[in-house]
């Protein structure tokens, strides 16, 4: 079997989907998609598509190490989303090929299903405990929100006051039996970031997400190794090398990969099971489409540190279409008391309806994230 052709497609509401052909017929799907880089990273999938085209799919491991190490300049958000969309549809040619999903080929699976949860409230958290109902009257039994808006490195209490609030009308919405996670989303600096997670202590959190940016971690190990709310980070890391040190250090409870950033199921697998000699759980990061979840419901099957998985259903980002309007059979991603399926279809478990994917592609999208300015006009982390 010989890959012949690859091709994307950028469609609505910000995804980039990979189509992978093979000279057999048999056909693999990806998502190597990055939020706001969508055409940056179709453009890297054509020029990897050289080390590809001609070659057995079959041979992941192979392929994947020359994909990588093969460029002289290695790792980053680019590179990695477009080898990890193209990792993704050949673990979905090899499971077809042979007719059983890609977690069989993986050891096999741990679960048959994994929980999940539900974004609530927003970019600008608001409206955040109607929001919460909503999710558990649908079934969730936990949910994620932003923190806080635009905050400065130093900034004024009634910010931390609005947090707090925030937080507070969720968990009396909800109760103690659901789950809460907060986002600081990268927009906390470490002065404020210390603050509010000793403020957050008494809502029982399931986790805080990006307390800080990754890179500016080191600058507080000694906060996040004693904070009692376990710490979660990770979406902006893109290889087993970026998430070396954050493990060694002791300071994160929680990684948060990203199969459509971090090299793809391969890749992201070996992430996990380094987290697990750490002790450390694993929530993967998929505020994406369908090919995306599905990948990542893979890796869950097989991950026994996996204890939650983010999807993108009813999210804020998914205006014009949404997270099941691109499969054949949506009931694959069968949702019930507040977990999802494992799909047991042979490679990635989905079928893609590629006849709405071609329709909508011609619309596509040149999605952004906003730009945010504080109040003395200097730029604000989104």
């Not at 971690?217 to 998430?243: C, H, K, Q």
């Amino acid at each position: 079997m010989k890959i012949t052709k690859l091709t994307t497609y950028t469609v609505p509401p910000r995804w980039l989907f990979l189509k992978v052909e093979t000279d057999e017929g048999i056909v693999g799907w990806g998502e190597p998609v990055l939020e706001g880089r969508a055409a940056t990273v179709a453009a890297a999938v054509e020029e990897l598509s050289d080390y590809v085209i001609g070659q057995d799919p079959r041979n992941i491991e192979d392929l994947w190490t020359i994909m990588y190490r093969a460029g002289f300049y290695r790792g980053g958000p680019i590179l990695m989303s477009a080898l990890a969309g193209i990792d993704q549809a050949l673990w979905d040619i090899k499971g077809k090929a042979l007719g059983v999903p890609a977690y069989e080929l993986l050891g096999g699976k741990v679960r048959d299903r994994i929980r999940v949860y539900s974004w609530i409230g927003g970019d600008r958290p608001a409206d955040t405990a109607q929001a919460a109902r909503d999710a558990v009257d649908r079934g969730f039994t936990a949910v994620k929100m932003n923190g806080t808006e635009e905050m400065q490195y130093i900034d004024s209490w009634d910010k931390v006051e609005q947090c707090i609030a925030n937080v507070q009308a969720v968990r009396d919405a909800v109760g103690t039996s659901v789950g809460i996670g907060v986002d600081f989303h990268g927009r906390v600096h470490k002065p404020m970031a210390k603050v509010l997670i000793n403020e957050l202590e008494p809502y029982k959190l399931m986790f805080i997400e990006e307390p800080v940016l990754s890179e500016n971690i080191g600058s507080m190990l000694d906060v996040l190794r004693n904070a009692s709310t376990p710490i979660a980070l990770g979406e902006r890391l893109y290889s087993r090398w970026d998430f070396k040190d954050i493990l060694a250090s002791g300071a994160v409870d929680i990684i948060q990969p990203d199969p459509s950033h971090a090299g793809g199921i391969t890749e992201t697998r070996k992430i996990a099971a380094m987290a697990e000699a750490y002790d450390v759980a694993v929530a993967l990061h998929c505020p994406l489409g369908p090919i995306a979840l599905a990948a990542n419901l893979q890796i869950d099957a097989g991950c026994y540190n996996a204890f939650i998985q983010e999807q993108s259903l009813g999210i804020h980002y998914n205006k014009s279409n949404d997270l099941l309007d691109y499969v054949v059979d949506p009931s694959v991603f069968a949702y019930e008391e507040g977990m999802v399926q494992i799909p047991n279809g042979p490679g990635l478990g989905i079928e893609v309806n590629e006849e709405y994917v071609i329709e909508r592609s011609k619309e596509g999208h040149r999605w952004r994230n906003p730009v945010w300015r504080h109040a003395d006009g200097s730029f604000a982390e989104w």
